[in-house]
């Protein structure tokens, strides 16, 4: 009798987790003009009522998050950075002794679109990677003012000047970890890690920035490694190495690279979501019910 009750107890609890929405969270990477392929998948998922509830970004996923976390729609950020932004065009050339370029426009974009610059005024919770130059390690910021900890996770260096925060020195948050997945451990059931920076075979390298972008994807590319056994999902879609990190004059063809993998993931979630349907109908015969616990890991594209 002592066992029958402890069984049907494990089943109430059971069916109260299988019943709960399941909360997803993404981990967006870093790598330039690449990470518009982020604005891709996140309208892909949206469309198919997959809605993060926890975001971490690194540098152009880092701006991506925090935009999309501000309330920006993913194609109102791709007009932005289409009509708008363009980082590395002559008219956000600064020629200082820090940067080439400056980060002004975006900053501006961010500070006109927040009621305030504090992280408590985004939609969601968002983590964002800096590196800090002083120390040679990367942060994780998610409280306080949020908008020159997002500035300087894209902030490149030799091309952006580092942005200083109380007396300390932050660049590119991709140099140290460019991608967090390991910080939204335990704050949602699913981690969706997308990985940008598609490391393919390559033979040519006439232009000085095939040889610079190619530099700089080997250079990040060892840092997400232990990051990818936090995801359940892993979004690496090779047709982003057709593209370097300053072809931001590409905007549209990126982002389509990137919706075509969001349907894609869309469509394995729906698929694996039926899958924890059927076996728990199996076992307590109950088509509602849905699990939380059975997650596998899925490269695409690989």
Same mark, same amino acid.
């Given at each position: ?8 107890? &494990?089943?109430? @609890? ?6 709960? @929405? ?6 967006? !990477? ?37 935009? +999309?976390?501000?309330? &920006? ?39 006109? @679109? ?5 992280? !408590? ?31 300087? !996770?894209?902030?490149?260096?030799? &091309? &952006? ?54 530099? +700089? ?37 990126? +982002?389509?690279?990137? +919706? ?17 349907? !059927? ?24």
């Amino acid at each position: 009798m002592h066992q029958a009750n402890n069984i049907g107890n &494990f089943g109430k @609890k059971i069916h109260h987790v299988v019943k709960r @929405k399941k909360t997803f969270g993404l981990a967006l !990477s870093g790598g330039g003009a690449r990470g518009i392929a982020h604005l891709g998948i996140l309208q892909a998922l949206e469309e198919n009522g997959v809605v993060p509830s926890v975001m971490s970004g690194t540098s152009m996923g880092a701006l991506v998050a925090v935009g +999309y976390a501000l309330g &920006f729609k993913p194609t109102e950020m791709l007009k932005l950075i289409d009509k708008e932004v363009k980082p590395f065009s002559l008219s956000n050339a600064n020629l200082s002794r820090n940067g080439l370029f400056s980060m002004k426009r975006v900053k501006d974009i961010l500070t006109e @679109k927040a009621e305030t610059d504090d992280f !408590s005024v985004l939609n969601l919770p968002v983590y964002v990677t800096v590196t800090n130059m002083n120390t040679g390690k990367f942060e994780i910021h998610s409280q306080g003012k949020f908008i020159d900890y997002t500035i300087a !996770s894209a902030s490149i260096p030799i &091309f &952006f000047k580092p942005v200083v925060i109380d007396e300390v020195y932050y660049v590119d948050g991709g140099l140290t970890k460019n991608m967090a997945a390991h910080i939204l451990e335990g704050k949602c059931d699913i981690i969706i890690g997308v990985n940008v920076n598609h490391i393919a075979v390559l033979t040519d390298f006439k232009r000085m920035k095939d040889i610079a972008s190619r530099t +700089y994807h080997l250079a990040v590319d060892n840092t997400i490694r232990d990051e990818l056994d936090y995801c359940n999902y892993i979004v690496d879609p090779p047709e982003t190495h057709q593209f370097t990190p300053f072809d931001f004059n590409k905007a549209e063809e990126i +982002y389509e690279v990137g +919706y075509k993998e969001g349907l894609q993931l869309a469509n394995h979630l729906k698929a694996d979501e039926e899958n924890n349907r !059927s076996f728990m109908s199996r076992i307590f015969g109950k088509k509602t019910m849905r699990i939380t616990s059975y997650h596998r890991i899925f490269h695409l594209n690989t």
